[in-house]
């Protein structure tokens, strides 16, 4: 009988301690992570979001198209993934695409949410500010939450207001007031990044110089045209001329699409005319990191239409309301 129990022992022993070793084998430490990508409309996306600028904080205007791409990954059963606003509220998500892969007892999650910019419905909100935030939701009703906020992650941007500038001036490319409006990409002295700034010289990164005309240097006549400065090389500076009523647009979007529609795109503007409005789109010479849209109207030209060597001068001028949109996000 003893050595009947042995050998039954030695029979049953490798099956009773390897189930043993199962159950008392630790479960996989949980494990989620949540990251997201943005990316702009077809329009303003090429060159209009730096690479070193969050995704968390964002400036946009009033039309944009922004995407963003949220990726889930957690080895923990998953539920559901909810986006929304602080204008509709907790109650309306935001719809989206998801897309879910199970690999190895893994759960990807990949969420694709389309938010347009209406600024219709954000006057209200205080400082124009958007936050959305992002729920990604286990199947035990456990909300991910960012590791460094402890909170759900939210996603700040702000409708921003473009650029306004009336009455700047182009002075006769002859003149001893000649001079240069340039659109510098670094803040100075008192202007913002991206301000527009009276240069009084020619400037080879002017973005609106005058053009000087194809006659003898003898002949300084004030030439009713302009064109950008040299250094910003061809089709960094182009311009659409557009129907009067453009001048009231207000959204890049709207400013890039009516380009396209009533080109052509030149780089020089010949022979301009008071009320003439031009739509015009301006890339920084020296990187690829932003792009301008605006609109310019001519609203006054001051010519005496004659020379200094004559009964005139030469500090004739054309007058411009100018509006853009900054190319960087900040």
């Given at each position: 009988?003893?050595?009947?129990?042995?050998?039954?022992?030695?029979?049953?022993?490798?099956?009773?301690?390897?189930?043993?070793?199962?159950?008392?084998?630790?479960?996989?430490?949980?494990?989620?992570?949540?990251?997201?990508?943005?990316?702009?409309?077809?329009?303003?996306?090429?060159?209009?979001?730096?690479?070193?600028?969050?995704?968390?904080?964002?400036?946009?205007?009033?039309?944009?198209?922004?995407?963003?791409?949220?990726?889930?990954?957690?080895?923990?059963?998953?539920?559901?993934?909810?986006?929304?606003?602080?204008?509709?509220?907790?109650?309306?998500?935001?719809?989206?695409?998801?897309?879910?892969?199970?690999?190895?007892?893994?759960?990807?999650?990949?969420?694709?949410?389309?938010?347009?910019?209406?600024?219709?419905?954000?006057?209200?909100?205080?400082?124009?500010?958007?936050?959305?935030?992002?729920?990604?939701?286990?199947?035990?009703?456990?909300?991910?939450?960012?590791?460094?906020?402890?909170?759900?992650?939210?996603?700040?941007?702000?409708?921003?207001?473009?650029?306004?500038?009336?009455?700047?001036?182009?002075?006769?490319?002859?003149?001893?007031?000649?001079?240069?409006?340039?659109?510098?990409?670094?803040?100075?002295?008192?202007?913002?990044?991206?301000?527009?700034?009276?240069?009084?010289?020619?400037?080879?990164?002017?973005?609106?110089?005058?053009?000087?005309?194809?006659?003898?240097?003898?002949?300084?006549?004030?030439?009713?045209?302009?064109?950008?400065?040299?250094?910003?090389?061809?089709?960094?500076?182009?311009?659409?001329?557009?129907?009067?009523?453009?001048?009231?647009?207000?959204?890049?979007?709207?400013?890039?699409?009516?380009?396209?529609?009533?080109?052509?795109?030149?780089?020089?503007?010949?022979?301009?005319?008071?009320?003439?409005?031009?739509?015009?789109?301006?890339?920084?010479?020296?990187?690829?990191?932003?792009?301008?849209?605006?609109?310019?109207?001519?609203?006054a030209i001051v010519d005496d239409h004659d020379t200094s060597q004559g009964n005139g001068h030469d500090n004739d001028y054309m007058e411009f309301d100018i509006k853009?949109?900054?190319?960087?996000?900040?």
């Amino acid at each position: 009988m003893k050595k009947l129990f042995q050998l039954l022992w030695l029979l049953t022993a490798p099956f009773l301690m390897s189930s043993c070793s199962e159950d008392d084998e630790p479960a996989p430490t949980p494990y989620s992570q949540l990251t997201s990508t943005v990316v702009y409309s077809r329009y303003t996306n090429n060159g209009y979001l730096p690479k070193d600028q969050p995704v968390t904080e964002l400036r946009v205007y009033d039309g944009d198209t922004v995407r963003y791409n949220f990726r889930f990954e957690t080895n923990q059963a998953f539920k559901d993934f909810k986006v929304y606003d602080n204008i509709r509220g907790r109650d309306f998500h935001l719809m989206g695409t998801p897309i879910i892969t199970i690999s190895n007892g893994v759960t990807v999650a990949e969420y694709n949410l389309v938010y347009v910019v209406d600024d219709a419905f954000i006057r209200e909100i205080p400082n124009r500010e958007i936050k959305l935030t992002v729920e990604p939701e286990l199947a035990d009703g456990t909300v991910y939450k960012d590791p460094a906020t402890g909170k759900p992650m939210e996603i700040q941007f702000k409708v921003s207001d473009p650029y306004v500038y009336r009455g700047a001036k182009l002075y006769n490319y002859f003149g001893t007031s000649r001079n240069s409006l340039v659109i510098f990409d670094l803040g100075i002295a008192q202007h913002p990044r991206q301000a527009l700034v009276d240069e009084k010289f020619l400037s080879p990164f002017a973005f609106l110089s005058n053009k000087m005309p194809p006659r003898d240097w003898t002949d300084s006549r004030f030439e009713h045209s302009f064109t950008s400065g040299p250094d910003m090389g061809e089709g960094k500076v182009t311009f659409v001329k557009v129907p009067a009523g453009a001048k009231n647009w207000n959204q890049p979007n709207l400013i890039a699409t009516g380009m396209k529609q009533y080109g052509p795109w030149v780089s020089t503007v010949i022979n301009a005319q008071v009320g003439d409005v031009y739509a015009f789109k301006v890339r920084y010479a020296r990187q690829e990191s932003w792009v301008i849209y605006g609109v310019m109207e001519v609203k006054a030209i001051v010519d005496d239409h004659d020379t200094s060597q004559g009964n005139g001068h030469d500090n004739d001028y054309m007058e411009f309301d100018i509006k853009y949109f900054p190319g960087y996000r900040y």
